[in-house]
């Protein structure tokens, strides 16, 4: 048994579930694992996040700021910071994932529009909530750190007749651009991976409290319309033309206040701002990090990412790509992993 190990059998002891049956759950990109303990007919989730590697306190602060504004957050049970553990309320098995993919029980017994529909509701009242308190703003030099993450990752593998310097100046100057000319006067919380894998249906509950809640530790104060784009473009899975208009129409109605044209510039920038950040950093999973299956999203990724520079106020972004980084460069073929010795460092 290793130190880690041991650690975690010390905090299931402590907390009444050392003789749980332990089920390893499938890891996602960070380096949090889970894994589901069962105790004849209870079960609870562990969080198991390496200190030195994750802080668990922001998790923590938020989920106790969702629960607080109505929503369903997991509840925590027991939380040790020093070494990274944490004892969830386990939410079950139907994320939206599998629910609409046919994987669940309840898989047939519900529309995409049901379940989409109540995700923006939640938004919506997660949108007129107080801000929480100790979460960081979405600054604006983190926006363009995470839009250089395609010109670090993903330009350079693929190549470009333009050199990859005087290519990336150009990009970095139109988001500067891009980006000052959003109009976004309100604030919100950002939960920034609010999506199809990490919500999941309890058709047990009522109302907004029906959409359980997961990955929100990274939440940050931005702009409204971030977490839609997340819902809505969503990297792993379609989401129906007619889902997507009906969620826009729906959350407009409900936040009378907005402006819908201010809207839909604010909608079309942040989605092509994260779509670029998401094809960085599935390369730099394939890259650095050894995780080559996430470049089996890439084509839906510039799906998306070619649809949000559509709008005239992206044009700037639609030359830009359509110099560097043409159509045969965006093809799954493009991209060939390098040997680890000749990676991006």
């Known amino acids: 048994m290793d130190k880690r190990e041991e650690l975690i059998q010390e905090f299931l002891n402590e907390n009444g579930w050392g003789k749980a049956v332990r089920e390893k ?4 990109a960070s380096f949090r694992r889970y894994e589901r303990l069962s105790n004849g007919e209870k079960t609870v989730m562990l969080m198991d996040a390496p ?10 602060n938020v989920d106790q700021y969702l629960r607080r504004c109505g929503l369903s957050a997991p509840q ?11 004892l969830l309320e386990d939410l079950g098995n139907n994320s939206y994932t599998n629910v609409l993919a046919g994987n669940s029980p309840i898989s047939g017994m519900y529309s995409e529009l049901d379940l989409y ?3 923006m509701d939640v938004l919506v009242q997660l949108h007129r909530s107080t801000q929480p308190e100790q979460v960081p703003q979405y600054e604006y030099s983190k926006l363009m750190q995470e839009c250089r993450l395609l010109t670090d990752w993903y330009l350079p593998n693929v190549g470009s007749k333009v050199p990859l310097e005087e290519a990336s100046e150009e990009y970095i100057e139109i988001w500067k651009e891009l980006l000052s000319n959003v109009n976004d006067e309100e604030k919100v919380p950002v939960m920034r991976d609010y999506h199809a894998d990490n919500l999941m249906w309890l058709p047990g509950r009522n ?8 990955d929100f530790q990274d939440a940050v104060i931005g702009s409204p319309t971030y977490d839609i784009v997340s819902l809505l473009e969503d990297a792993r899975r379609d989401v129906d033309a007619q889902t997507v208009d009906a969620c826009i129409k729906r959350y407009l109605k409900n936040r009378k206040a907005l402006n819908k044209n201010d809207f839909m510039v604010s909608y079309a920038t942040f989605a092509a701002q994260r779509n670029c950040k998401i094809i960085g950093i599935f390369a730099r999973l394939a890259i650095r990090d050894s995780k080559p299956r996430y470049l089996g999203y890439m084509p839906r990724v510039w799906g998306h990412l070619l649809n949000d520079i559509k709008h005239p106020k992206l044009a700037p972004l639609k030359k830009w790509m359509t110099k560097v980084i043409p159509a045969e460069k965006r093809k799954a073929e493009a991209f060939v992993i390098p040997d680890k010795e000749e990676s991006v460092a």
């Not at 200190?51 to 923590?60: A, G, R």
């Not at 939380?79 to 553990?85: A, Q, R």
């Open 51 to 60: 200190p030195e590697k994750e802080d668990i306190k922001p998790f923590v």
């Open 25 to 28: 759950l499938f890891a996602d």
């Open 76 to 86: 925590i049970y027991a939380v040790n910071e020093k070494d990274g553990f944490i």
């Open 117 to 119: 529909a109540a995700a």
């Open 207 to 214: 109302g907004v409290e029906r959409v359980g809640l997961l």
